[in-house]
């Protein structure tokens, strides 16, 4: 059965997915890109960079197991780019490059529409303006047996979970503090909502955990 | 030269240091006793007991860590009992019986006034009411060259870090969610008050995690 799924979202101890100030300079705000260093580490963010090396162990695992199986992404805007309100031009096509490492439909919720955007190896970016339960829609249709991911940002992920749309999220809790920046947690009663951590499985570099909707 | 810690304190994932509801019958709140399953395994804490036996590895290893050099406590009037408003009379003696675990003298914070009350086994609880760092001279004169650790709740560890009044803090972070309760995190910017993680141990129970302040 298809799932809807978060992986490696990774959270600082006080609850941060992304630093302050996000900005073209600073996509994952100041001090954002130490919460994804469990990742870089890892044999299969190297693999996706087209590198070789990197780590095997337990990071690599979840890091390997958040790539498996994926038939579609759904992207909040801002995680797409730094661009706000109607789409200026074409222009602006991701942070990622002629060749995004996504690969397959990539829905991005937007309130502003644009024509899908094909990018080379198999990612094309289709703009949802019609909310998070169609873009949801759209993207099973196109995963068919395969899973769903939200890749983020936090504000889509909270959506997401507030509707109880997600069946499973793999966090990785990382050993530091951000203070401030987009927090996961505030205002959110992830027990109320049903989930609960069903597994666990510490590293030098995070805590990786398994939430789970309880059906 | 004497510190000002805080040890063995425990938080969920998103940030809860007691569940909600907190009661004479669930001093910890609902589900609280949860967040203190890697300490109730500790030979430390069995020895706390008058019991035998317990673990001997990390977690004990942070457990005994905590219970060292101690010269004198400083709790929340909430951490001391349920009672709130002004003292009805002496009969509240905390919750831990005629011996409590402290075994030095402790000090309370409260806007209501009391006598001194002198427990078992060199706890003398003394009942501080103009504030923080009236409590905490107090503290410091009391426990000479040792350190001072306050205890809790959620709510004066809060005070005092704002006051960046807290040398170190050890958190120990469990792989568990609560929702709902006193939030360690909420409001605090931690780095901004110069708070930075120095030290991580994962166990299979929690993530220990030590905080210190940057002079």
Partial sequence: MSKVRVNSFSVSLDGYAA???QSVQNPLGI????????FFSTRTWKYMQGQEGGSSGVDNQWAERGMENIGAWILGRNMFGPVRGPWPDESWKGWWGDEPPYHVPTFVLTH??????EMKGGTTFHFVTDGIDAALQRARDAA???????????????QY???????????AVRPLLLGSGENLFAGLDLPALGYRCTEHAPTDSALHILLKKET
Same sequence: chains 1, 2.
């Fill in 144 to 158: 068919g047996d395969k899973d769903v991911r939200i890749g983020g940002g936090t504000a889509t992920i909270q």
């Fill in 161 to 171: 979970l507030r509707a109880r749309r997600i069946d499973e999220l793999h966090l």
């Fill in 112 to 117: 502003h529409p644009r024509q899908p955007l």
């Fill in 31 to 38: 001090r954002g890109p130490e919460l994804f260093q469990w």
């Fill in 19 to 21: 630093g302050p100030n």
